[in-house]
């Protein structure tokens, strides 16, 4: 199994920026794909970026070129920087992780969640 604890929410002003943390443990990290999702109140967890084992990143288009998401295998650890926050991006920020790199961008096909961080961007 894998656990995954995030970090780094909170409240921020429209074009400001977040850097959100996702710490994992249990089996090797390097296995495994990862993500961010988000969720806002009403609507269904959408996908935001995601890295696989092999190195490929990718986001989704309502975020390209404002967030970046990186991993340190070492430190099983993945980071979101957030930079020029709209409104629209205030959701729960959930990590998620499983095994192959196929369907990096469906959350149902994720095995493993963390508890999410509140992330509020205020106009």
């Known amino acids: 199994q894998v656990q995954l604890v995030e970090s780094g929410g909170g409240l921020v002003q429209a074009g400001g920026s977040l850097r959100l943390s996702c710490a994992a443990s249990g089996r090797t990290f390097s296995i495994y794909t990862l993500a961010w999702f988000r969720q806002a109140p009403g609507k269904e967890r959408e996908f935001v970026a995601a890295t696989t084992s092999a190195g490929s990143t990718y986001y989704a288009d309502s975020v390209k070129g404002r967030f970046t998401f990186s991993r340190d295998n070492a430190e099983q650890m993945v980071d979101l920087q957030m930079n020029s926050l709209k409104p629209e991006d205030t959701a729960v920020y959930y990590c998620?992780?499983?095994?192959?790199?196929?369907?990096?961008?469906?959350?149902?096909?994720?095995?493993?969640w963390g508890q999410g961080t509140q992330v509020t961007v205020s106009s």
């Open positions: 998620g992780a499983r095994r192959g790199p196929l369907g990096y961008y469906a959350y149902r096909l994720y095995e493993y």
